[in-house]
Nanobody, 115 residues
Framework: QVQLVESGGGLVQAGGSLRLSCAASGSIFSINYMGWFRQAPGKQRELVTIITSGGTTNYRDSVKGRFTISRDNATNTVYLLMNSLKPEDTAVYYC?????????WGQGTQVTVSS
């Protein structure tokens, strides 16, 4: 079975940085997209960033210039570098993969940014 295991969350002060990682394992034939979603308390889950198989990246407006997504195809790992963190970035962050017309999700990791 396909699994996504993510790590790197934690507590950080406003203006600080964190790097999340997500490693995919199992029977993976091809990867169309990998990326990150987040869900804050009382709010809907929202897309943060996506990287395509061709390396094209997309970011939601509120994180542009602060967050960077990258990948290591050899290990099927995707990273999210978060700089200049703000309290409004506080959320559970979920790794995402689209592979062979199916969607897969990581277990979620908590990111808390204090003011």
């Amino acid at each position: 079975q396909v699994q996504l295991v993510e790590s790197g969350g934690g507590l950080v002060q406003a203006g600080g940085s964190l790097r999340l990682s997500c490693a995919a394992s199992g029977s993976i034939f091809s990867i169309n997209y990998m990326g990150w979603f987040r869900q804050a308390p009382g709010k809907q889950r929202e897309l943060v960033t996506i990287i395509t198989s061709g390396g094209t990246t997309n970011y939601r407006d509120s994180v542009k210039g602060r967050f960077t997504i990258s990948r290591d195809n050899a290990t099927n790992t995707v990273y999210l570098l978060m700089n200049s963190l703000k309290p409004e970035d506080t959320a559970v962050y979920y790794c995402y993969m689209n592979s062979a017309h199916q969607n897969y999700w990581g277990q979620g990791t908590q990111v808390t940014v204090s003011s």
